[in-house]
């Protein structure tokens, strides 16, 4: 992976160009990346802001022979291997499942993934991830200061933007060829428990404007994220929102 690497000074979206580019035939493994994005996108519809030169704004482009249905994995992996990357430059996290990295409380990264399929096969899929690497306090906008930080602000130095995507996509290609390879992404969940913001905590399940408290239980051996409700059912998320209660 890496070794197409196509990089803008400004783009719309890094995984709206890479799915353009994908249409007109772009190869597995290569990496869109641009210093800036005019209109970058989160989750659910979200805005994501990369300010120009001190963020990353990284698409992946894959082509696994999956069926569809398991695609969720994909992003479980690469947060696995962003976790390993930031502990190789002796950065802790925790992963917030299914997509978000967190540090002391606060998202650090996230990842956005996207993905043209046909019945069961998939075309590809775009893994688009967002970091804040050294972005000072005062250029967050007030509404997410609390909840938004940078790697900068955790650790009160710069870092290297290049080493952060060597050592992710090092780390992502080897996790992801053994799920290729094998079926099983068990050791990315792995990293994903030992790791987990959530496990053992009580949380609210988000759906729309609906927030249903719950216990996280477990992630299970397809990277769900089991949930134990308030009545004593247990039920298994595949994707979605969830939050931290606080009481
Ligand atoms: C989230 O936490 O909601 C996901 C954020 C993903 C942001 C990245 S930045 C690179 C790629 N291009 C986009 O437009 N979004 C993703």
Redesign the pocket.
């Known amino acids: 992976f890496g070794k197409n690497i196509i990089h803008y000074d400004s783009i719309h ?4 160009q890479a799915k353009l580019l994908c249409d007109e035939g772009l190869q597995e493994g290569s990496v869109i990346l641009s210093e800036e ?1 005019t209109s ?4 659910l519809g ?1 805005n ?1 802001s ?1 300010p120009k030169g001190s963020s990353i ?3 992946v482009v894959l082509k696994p022979e999956i069926n569809p249905v398991h695609v969720a994995k994909v992003t479980q992996i690469s947060a696995a291997a962003l976790s390993l990357a930031f502990e190789e430059m002796d950065i802790q996290c925790n992963i917030k499942w299914p ?2 990295i967190i540090i002391n409380n606060k998202k650090v990264c ?3 993934t996207e993905m043209s399929s046909e019945l069961n096969k998939i075309n590809y899929v775009v893994m ?3 970091i804040n690497v050294n972005i000072d306090e005062e250029a967050f906008p007030d509404e997410i200061k609390s909840i938004a930080t940078s790697l900068k602000i955790e650790y009160g130095k710069q870092i290297s933007r290049k080493q952060i995507i060597a050592s992710f996509l090092k780390y992502f290609e080897n996790l992801y060829f053994e799920f290729i390879n094998t079926g099983s992404a068990e050791s990315s969940f792995e990293i994903c428990r030992k790791r987990s913001l959530l496990l053992g905590k009580n949380i609210y399940v988000i759906r729309g404007s609906e927030r249903t408290p719950a216990t996280a239980v477990s992630i299970d051996e397809n990277g769900e994220l089991i949930v134990k409700y308030e009545d004593g059912t247990l039920s298994n998320l595949v994707s979605g929102e969830v939050s931290v209660r606080k009481s």
Do not use: E, V
């Not at 970058?40 to 989750?43: A, H, K, T, W």
């Open positions: 979206s890094t995984n709206s994005q970058g996108r989160g989750r979200r994501w990369s704004s990284m698409s997509n978000d996230g990842i956005l688009g991830i967002g």
